[in-house]
């Protein structure tokens, strides 16, 4: 199925998942920042994924290129989100620092739905702190709340 970086592969149709429907640059670009590749050989893997039946490729005019995932290409990119998430479960179960990656995914997340003007640093490191005050005092109400109901 996939040559070369799977890992390629594997984020540009991760990126596609829910539906979505990206200009190439637009797809590129987000490919771009999970990690260190050319986009020239992200080009080559929208291009043999599209030869392959996991994307189609819609040309609306030379330089306005989308791509989309076809039901082939969703099954297998949710295929591989559930190997994905049970692999992140098992490494976050032992992991000392999980509350912390999980507050920092938390915050990125909430940072993505904000104005510009407050993606800032500073601004992500308050959102931070509050999500793993909040994390913290969410896990003691289920403790709290599991030891009354189950008694």
């Known amino acids: 199925m996939f040559h070369g970086d799977l890992n390629v592969s594997h984020d540009i149709m991760l ?4 539906g979505r429907t990206l200009k190439a640059n637009e797809l590129v670009e987000r490919v771009m920042s999970t ?3 050319s986009k ?13 039946g996991y994307l189609e490729r819609n040309a609306i005019s030379r330089k306005n290129v989308q791509y989309k995932l076809t039901s082939k290409g969703e099954a297998l990119a949710k295929e591989m989100c559930m190997k994905s998430k ?3 479960q098992f490494m976050l179960r032992s992991f000392p620092y999980r509350d912390d990656v999980i507050a920092e995914c938390l915050a990125m997340e909430i940072m993505e739905k904000l104005p510009e ?8 490191s308050k959102i931070k702190e509050f999500v ?6 969410m896990k003691e109400r289920i403790i709290r709340i599991t030891n009354l109901n189950f008694k």
Request: charged share 35%; hydrophobic share 45%; glycine share 0%.
């Open 86 to 88: 049970k692999a992140l």
């Open 35 to 37: 990690r260190e590749v």
């Open 15 to 18: 990126v596609l998942l829910p």
């Open 40 to 52: 020239q050989t992200i080009y080559s893997h929208l291009k043999r994924l599209a030869k392959e």
């Open 132 to 137: 793993a005050n909040e994390l913290k005092l």
């Open 117 to 124: 003007k407050l993606q800032k640093l500073e601004v992500r």
